[in-house]
Every structure is written in C-alpha cells, then in structure tokens.
C-alpha cells in the first residue's frame, strides 16, 4: 500500500574523501546475504547517488509522485523508508577514514543543490533532512547541517 512521502533524507556513504563509490558496491553492502559481507537487506538504502564529479545516478526506480510506493521503498532509515526518498553523496569521512565530515566536491554541493530544489519545488510540504536529523538516529550521516546549508540554498 501506498504511503504519502513525508521526507527527503540526505545521507553520506561514509567512505574517505576522494574515493569514489559504484552503484554495485552500494548494493554488495546492502543486499548481498551478511555471510558475504553484505547486511543482506532486500533494497539498497538510497534512490540516488551523487558522485564526486557531480553525477547523479538513479539506484531505485520511482515515479516521482507524492507517494512511496512499495516497489520504490528503499533502506536508508529504519522506521521511516514507507515514507521517506533517500539520497546520498560519495564520501562523508576523512582521508584516513577516522573523522566524519563534510567532504562534498563543488561538484557534488552543485548537484545536491539543484537536486534539493528541484525536489521541493515538486514536493513543498516534504520535509528535507540529514539521516542523522531524525529521531533516535545515534549517526553523524551525512557529516554536514542539512538544516543550516537549506538556508544557504534559500529554501529556509
């Protein structure tokens, strides 16, 4: 059954600045079974990718109504997926792989930008947040205040 889309969750993938990420890892640590290394989910976490250069990849269908559709729910939050579209950009950690942080390209910020408004103007009353913004998250993700950067875009 359908639900109406109540959220647009930013997350990072967590990985060291600079280092790209593919679609199929995305998926290896998502779907593939926990003995395989994978957390053995049935849908990767995130609709779209944003990678370093900037390029936005669809990693799940949908039809870009109001609603989330049960073919379109993906894993990026627990207790929120019926009703939420997650997007994600590559990185989120430092070089070394020790510190969270904001590593977007100009690229990327460009991107997720365009993304953003693009998104709400299509979607005005959907609430836009940072995976680590919604209740009972214990996460750094995505490593930068969605709230603060929304008004650096003018959508606050």
Same mark, same amino acid.
């Not at 990718?49 to 109001?66: C, T, W």
């Given at each position: 059954?359908?639900?109406?889309?109540?959220?647009?969750?930013?997350?990072?993938?967590? !990985? $060291?600045?600079? %280092?790209?990420?593919?679609? #199929?890892?995305? @998926?290896?640590?998502?779907? &593939? $079974?926990?003995?395989?290394?994978? %957390?053995?989910?049935?849908?990767?976490?995130? !609709?779209?990718?944003?990678?370093?250069?900037?390029?936005?990849?669809?990693?799940?269908?949908?039809?870009?109504?109001?609603?989330?559709? $049960?073919?379109?729910?993906?894993?990026? #939050? #627990?207790?929120?997926?019926?009703? *939420? @579209?997650?997007?994600?950009?590559?990185?989120?950690? *430092?070089?070394?792989?020790? !510190?969270? @942080?904001? !590593?977007?390209?100009?690229?990327?910020?460009?991107?997720?930008?365009?993304?953003?408004?693009?998104?709400?103007?299509?979607?005005?009353?959907?609430?836009?947040?940072?995976? %680590?913004?919604? $209740?009972?998250?214990?996460?750094?993700?995505?490593?930068?205040?969605?709230? %603060?950067?929304?008004? &650096?875009?003018?959508?606050?």
């Amino acid at each position: 059954m359908s639900k109406s889309l109540r959220y647009l969750v930013i997350h990072c993938t967590a !990985t $060291p600045e600079g %280092r790209e990420v593919t679609s #199929a890892e995305i @998926r290896h640590w998502h779907c &593939d $079974p926990v003995k395989k290394g994978g %957390r053995g989910w049935k849908q990767v976490g995130y !609709t779209d990718m944003i990678h370093l250069n900037g390029g936005v990849e669809r990693l799940v269908g949908n039809n870009e109504d109001a609603w989330v559709d $049960p073919w379109e729910v993906t894993n990026g #939050a #627990a207790g929120y997926n019926q009703v *939420s @579209r997650h997007i994600v950009y590559v990185g989120g950690m *430092s070089k070394d792989g020790k !510190t969270n @942080r904001d !590593t977007r390209t100009q690229a990327q910020k460009e991107a997720m930008a365009k993304y953003v408004k693009n998104f709400h103007r299509k979607h005005p009353d959907v609430a836009i947040v940072g995976h %680590r913004d919604l $209740p009972g998250v214990k996460k750094a993700c995505p490593c930068f205040d969605v709230k %603060r950067w929304l008004k &650096d875009i003018g959508l606050l």
